[in-house]
C-alpha cells in the first residue's frame, strides 16, 4: 500500500523547502555576507519559514484524517518503534522551528513581509530575552532537524537500494499513481 498523492506531494514538497532552508539558515548568518544578498537570505527564510507552518498544519489534518499505510510485515518491531519516534521528531520539530524562528524575528523586532504584506501583526511582544531564547531554541532545533533529516534519509536509502522491501516505494514517486492506496 502506498501513501496517496496529496501526502506524497506534501511530502516532497515540504522536503524541498526544508532542504533549502537548511544552507540558507546557515549561510544567512555567516559574519561578512554581502548585505544584499544576506538580506535576501533572510527574506527567503523567514517567509518560506511562514509557508512551512502553514504546510505542516495542513500536513497534520491531512494524515489525522488519512492514516499512512502500514510498513510491511517484514520489518521488524524495534524497526517500527524507531520510525515512529524519529518521524514523531521530525513533526515536532517541523512545527518547532517555524515557531520559534517567528518568535525570534518578532520578539526582535524584525518584519516577516509576506505576515506584515497581509495586515497581520505580531502575537508575541517585543522583548530581548524572549527573542534569546527563541533564537536558542531555533538554534538547537535546527541541528536536532539536520541531524533527523540524515537518519531519515540513510533509513530511506537503506530500505530502497538495500532492502528493496517497498518501504521507499509507499512514498515514492511524489505524484501521479505508485500503486493500491491507503
Not at 527564510?45 to 512551512?52: Q, S
Not at 512545527?95 to 508575541?124: K, N, Q
Amino acid at each position: 500500500m502506498t501513501y496517496r498523492w496529496p501526502a506524497r506531494l506534501l511530502h516532497w514538497g515540504m522536503a524541498l523547502l526544508v532542504l533549502a532552508m537548511i544552507p540558507v539558515g546557515l549561510v544567512m548568518v555567516q559574519q561578512g555576507l554581502n548585505r544584499p544578498v544576506q538580506n535576501a537570505l533572510y527574506l527567503f527564510h523567514k517567509n518560506v519559514g511562514v509557508l512551512l507552518l502553514l504546510l505542516i498544519g495542513l500536513r497534520l489534518l491531512y494524515r489525522w484524517r488519512h492514516r499512512p499505510p502500514p510498513l510491511p510485515a517484514t520489518v521488524p518491531g524495534w524497526q517500527r518503534r524507531v520510525a515512529a519516534l524519529s518521524h514523531g521528531a521530525l513533526y515536532l520539530l517541523l512545527v518547532v522551528m517555524p515557531v520559534a524562528g517567528y518568535v525570534r524575528v518578532r520578539a526582535g523586532g524584525f518584519p516577516i513581509e509576506m505576515l506584515d504584506a497581509m495586515g497581520i501583526g505580531s502575537f508575541v511582544p517585543r522583548s530581548k530575552p524572549l527573542a534569546e531564547l527563541a533564537q536558542t531554541i531555533h538554534y538547537f532545533g535546527g541541528l536536532a532537524l539536520i541531524a533527523l533529516i540524515a537518519v531519515h534519509i540513510a533509513a530511506a536509502l537503506h530500505h530502497a537500494v538495500l532492502k528493496g522491501d517497498g518501504v521507499f516505494a509507499r512514498i515514492w514517486p511524489p505524484l501521479g499513481r505508485a500503486g493500491r492506496h491507503r
